[in-house]
RNA sequence: UCCGGGAUUGUGUAGUGGUAGCACGUGUGACUCUGAAUCACAUAGCCUAGGUUCGAAUCCUAGUCCCGGAGCCA
């Protein structure tokens, strides 16, 4: 399909600044995520940023695993991250990991020891927090600020090569202890911690802080432009004391958009996890969940989300995405690609009572109108079929266009059928409708003699195959509120209905991931974990549009 | 309260001194072997108050409201 072009946004302009005005000759991104957890479609929309600027300006992109704290991070990680941003449909440049730099990032710190911008405190995590002072006071030195150079040099090596337990010590810039600014009063630098390091093994036991990690990461790598969310932005002068103050040979900038938010959706990996661990999902990768492997699993098409991910823009001002914007982007890819089919997902049976027990006959249907490319399929009809339930009605609604007592329809690739009798069981559930159909009617046949209302989908009774459905609605009910309640009583109890009912006999040989259009209902993704020959289940990835609503 | 940001139709986003545009949504009609799609039309907005200017969403001044920040997390 075509690709929608992004919209201009404040960081396009910024790099255009830049390269007119010399500050910059060329581009480099990098998408930095910490290997702690799943990739959303949040994250989905700073790989495609990042991917996609330095694209536009000839420019590459690195793929970077922040990965500064072994407590926290897993090669397992690390996997799913690669196969998600390439799904997306991006390729890195470079693929990088921080612990790498370890060694030279403790160079630098070495450096700024020597410089008398930091030193070593023996102040523990309470302490420290206690002399940070607030936002409106300042805070109080260390005791150990003005420790000697040679002391600092001799207790950071110390440090490295663990003499002190874990919290003991700290390594902390000396910059300004009343900074309005909080990040600039002596952060820290270094902690450590005896914990093996998913790449680095046991090799450090003093691991460096994000805020000093990952400007001398950028510097490092040659990036020009760091993009990172809001919540770093009071962050970016100590990213440039960093950057400044280590003596960087190439100087990275940071530059913070607004992260995504969706309605109905929540977007924290906190969030997320609680999720996953509360079993109120099946897994990061449920269809319900906003991850990328969850949307996929859905059936979300790569192209729907790098046009949705276009769509909305990049800006700096908070804001909440309709999810219904997201729902377009897939029901437009898949328009022209997904093959129509019918499935009925809660039957009834329908007895064409003046149709031959003893005939059956294929009929010829379009695979995708709007795609004559794709050609024809054979289905077959016979005496019994099965159609909707909500497609009867016995005290049908005003403008009801389906079948009820007396009122005639279309079978979609088939004939007109007309409700003659309806048999009920012993508690008065109608469960089998009695029809006759008119061999006039013919699909194909051009048969204009009279004209019905409504068209309904069906399947042969005996040839079906049967089908497990699954239908999602949102997993949270209310945006999040500020009146103190968690996000988990918001959950909907309803968000997953599992129905059962029939497929065309072709669809026996449908695979892991495919997508179909079934009729009237929506577009649907074979499940690539509960799907098997034997036993098919289709996840709904979104329904059709429907302007008109059956009443309840 | 200190520091840093932000405010354009219902939602998201362009516009950087010269007709406020795009997408989604919503509504109406046409068409229809999908109550879909498509097509047509409609819908509605510059946080407030002053100022500069022939002319302000844009520049200036003063407000208002919203978000983020006090991890040895990222």
């Not at 859905?298 to 001002?317: C, D, H, L, Q």
């Amino acid at each position: 399909m075509m690709e929608h072009k992004s919209s201009s946004n404040f960081l396009r302009n910024i790099i255009l600044e830049d390269l007119k005005s010399g500050k910059a000759d060329h581009v480099v991104t990098r998408f930095p995520p910490e290997p702690n957890g799943y990739l959303h479609i949040g994250h989905a929309k700073s790989i495609i940023l990042n991917f996609e600027l330095a694209d536009e300006f000839k420019g590459k992109t690195h793929l970077r695993f922040d990965d500064t704290n072994p407590a926290k991070e897993d090669t397992e990680y690390v996997e799913s991250i690669k196969e998600d941003v390439q799904w997306l449909g991006y390729q890195w440049d470079e693929l990088f990991f921080a612990s790498n730099y370890f060694e030279e990032m403790y160079n630098r710190a070495l450096l700024l020891i020597k410089k008398g911008k930091a030193y070593v405190c023996d102040l523990n995590a309470e302490e420290i927090r206690k002399t940070r002072g607030s936002l409106t006071e300042p805070g109080q030195p260390s005791p150990w600020r003005e420790r000697s150079v040679a002391e600092n040099l001799e207790l950071f090596e110390e440090m490295r090569s663990g003499a002190f337990k874990d919290g003991e010590k700290v390594l902390r810039a000396k910059i300004d202890m009343a900074s309005p600014n909080i990040n600039l009063r002596d952060p820290v630098l270094y902690r450590i911690a005896h914990a093996s390091h998913h790449n680095t093994g046991d090799k450090w036991c003093i691991y460096p802080m994000y805020d000093f990690a990952h400007p001398l990461e950028d510097a490092i790598e040659g990036v020009t432009h760091s993009i990172c969310t809001l919540e770093f932005e009071d962050h970016r002068p100590l990213y440039d004391w960093i950057v400044r103050e280590c003596e960087m040979e190439n100087v990275p900038h940071q530059y913070e958009f607004a992260r995504l938010n969706l309605t109905n959706t929540v977007m924290s990996k906190r969030k997320l996890k609680q999720l996953v661990e509360e079993k109120i999902v099946d897994g990061w990768n449920d269809p319900r969940m906003p991850t990328i492997s969850g949307l996929r699993r859905r059936g979300y098409t790569p192209e729907a989300m790098r046009n949705f991910a276009r769509e909305i823009g990049v800006a700096k001002a908070d804001s909440v995405v309709d999810t219904k914007m997201l729902e377009h982007f897939i029901r437009e890819d898949l328009k022209l690609k997904a093959p129509r089919t019918m499935a009925v997902l809660k039957p009834i049976k329908v007895v064409i009572t003046n149709y031959p027990e003893d005939q059956a006959e294929m009929l010829e249907a379009e695979n995708n109108p709007e795609n004559p490319e794709m050609g024809v399929r054979m289905i077959p009809f016979s005496r019994e079929i099965y159609i909707e339930q909500d497609d009867f009605a016995e005290n049908p609604p005003p403008k009801y266009h389906r079948l009820y007592l007396g009122n005639e329809v279309r079978l979609k690739n088939a004939y007109f059928i007309k409700c003659n009798g309806i048999v009920k069981d012993e508690s008065g559930k109608v469960i089998e409708l009695h029809c006759t159909y008119d061999p006039e009617t013919k699909s194909g046949t051009g048969f204009t003699g009279r004209k019905v209302k409504g068209t309904i989908h069906w399947v042969d009774a005996r040839q079906a195959a049967p089908a497990e459905f699954r239908l999602y609605e949102p997993l949270i009910l209310e945006n999040e509120t500020d009146d103190g309640t968690s996000f988990l009583e918001h959950t909907n109890p309803h968000s997953l209905e599992i129905a059962h009912g029939f497929v065309e006999p072709t669809m026996k040989t449908s695979k892991s991931q495919d997508k179909f259009q079934f009729f009237r209902h929506g577009y649907f993704n074979v499940d690539p974990l509960h799907s098997s020959a034997d036993h098919l289940v289709f996840n709904r990835i979104v329904s059709l549009k429907s302007s008109f609503e059956l009443p309840k």
